[in-house]
C-alpha cells in the first residue's frame, strides 16, 4: 500500500511539504526585511573559511523558485515591502 493510498483512506492530506515551504517563506521574508546582519550572511558577503553542509543560497533559490521570482533580487524588493511579500505567498496556495 502507497502513502498516497493511506492518506486518501485517512481521508488527510499531505501537509508537512505546505508547512515547511510556508515556515520558509515567512522566515526568509522577515529576516531580508528586518535584519541586515542575517541579509549579509545570506548574501555570502562574509569573508572566511566555507561554511560546512548545505549553502544558504540553495534556501534562497527555492524561494525564489515558489514565489515566481526570476531572481535573489526580486526576492529581495518582495520582501522589503510586506504586502508584496504576503501577496506573493498567497497567490501560491
Not at 515547511?20 to 572566511?48: D, M, P, Q
Not at 534562497?60 to 531572481?71: C, E, I, M
Amino acid at each position: 500500500m502507497t502513502n498516497d493510498e493511506v492518506f486518501q483512506r485517512a481521508k488527510e492530506e499531505r501537509l508537512l511539504l505546505k508547512i515547511l515551504k510556508t515556515r520558509r517563506h515567512s522566515c526568509i521574508g522577515h529576516t531580508i526585511g528586518h535584519n541586515v546582519f542575517a541579509v549579509n550572511i545570506l548574501e555570502g558577503a562574509i569573508y572566511g573559511e566555507k561554511a560546512v553542509g548545505r549553502p544558504g543560497l540553495q534556501c534562497l533559490k527555492q524561494v525564489a523558485r515558489n514565489t515566481a521570482a526570476d531572481s535573489y533580487t526580486a526576492v529581495n524588493r518582495r520582501a522589503c515591502s510586506s504586502c508584496r511579500w504576503r501577496a506573493a505567498n498567497q497567490s501560491e496556495d
